[in-house]
């Protein structure tokens, strides 16, 4: 049973550009969610996707936004990246429950 | 909103002893969950253990316990026999139960352990 991946997993981008990031649930999670983990940090939770909508959003600006598709698994889009983007941007899945099982995360550089 | 607070930025302990790691939380909410999660370099979020408001007895998972104190918003992690392979980040988590699903983690800074030979 594949745990939740996530591509690609490292990535560097210049300030302006726009990025996606994938994400592959568990398998049978219906609900996705995303953090962002800035160096030396702990997670912070960007937003939540079930049944293809937004479900619960975290402070973030309109900048990052989301989709999640019909086989469950999600797309992390960021415009007009930022230095403060760069960081550990995590995927977590889940069904009903209250573990979420996280992904190896996508590493995003800005400069 | 809820805050988790690890007090502890970095900690050692000598391979086979044991070591506590300290959270504090603040929440006005009655009914949750309490997480610690084990992050290596590797980066992948690993749980621990998990413990539910409600029950009044101390989550176990092998060498891994917690202290529960509910009343003075206190989760404390312990690590018996440690080993090499503990070395890691430590982040405690909150989160709210709710009935309709899941709501989001609230993360506390981490505590870098490191396990010395």
């Known amino acids: 049973d594949a745990g939740v991946t996530q591509s690609p997993t490292h990535l560097i981008k210049t300030r302006g550009q726009q990025v996606t990031l994938r994400c592959s649930p568990k398998?049978?999670?219906?609900?996705v969610s995303w953090y962002q983990q800035a160096l030396g940090q702990g997670p912070q939770f960007i937003f939540q996707?079930?049944?293809?909508?937004?479900?619960q959003r975290g402070n973030f600006p309109d900048r990052f936004s989301g989709h999640q598709f019909p086989n469950y698994s999600s797309e992390l889009n960021v415009n007009a990246l930022l230095l403060g983007d760069s960081a550990l941007y995590l995927c977590?899945?889940?069904?009903?429950?209250?573990?979420?099982?996280f992904g190896p995360g996508t590493r995003l550089t800005v400069l | 909103a809820q805050t988790v607070t690890q007090s502890q930025p970095e900690m050692s302990v000598q391979e086979a002893e044991t070591v506590t790691l300290s959270c504090t939380y603040d929440?006005?909410?009655?009914?949750?969950?309490l997480f610690w999660y084990k992050q290596p370099p590797s980066r992948q979020m690993i749980l621990v253990i998990r413990?539910?408001?409600?029950?009044?007895q101390n989550a176990t998972e092998n060498r891994f316990s917690v202290n529960f104190q509910k009343a003075a918003k206190s989760f404390s992690l312990k690590i018996s026999d440690s080993q090499l392979g503990d070395t890691a980040m430590y982040f405690c988590?909150?989160?709210?139960?709710?009935?309709?699903?899941?709501?989001?983690?609230?993360f506390g800074k981490g505590t870098r352990l490191s396990v010395i030979a």
């Open positions: 977590a899945s889940s069904l009903d429950e209250a573990e979420q099982f």
């Open positions: 398998s049978g999670h219906d609900t």
């Open positions: 996707y079930y049944e293809e909508e937004e479900r």
């Open positions: 929440t006005s909410e009655n009914n949750y969950y």
């Open positions: 413990q539910e408001a409600y029950k009044q």
């Open positions: 988590a909150f989160m709210k139960f709710t009935y309709s699903g899941n709501t989001p983690l609230v």
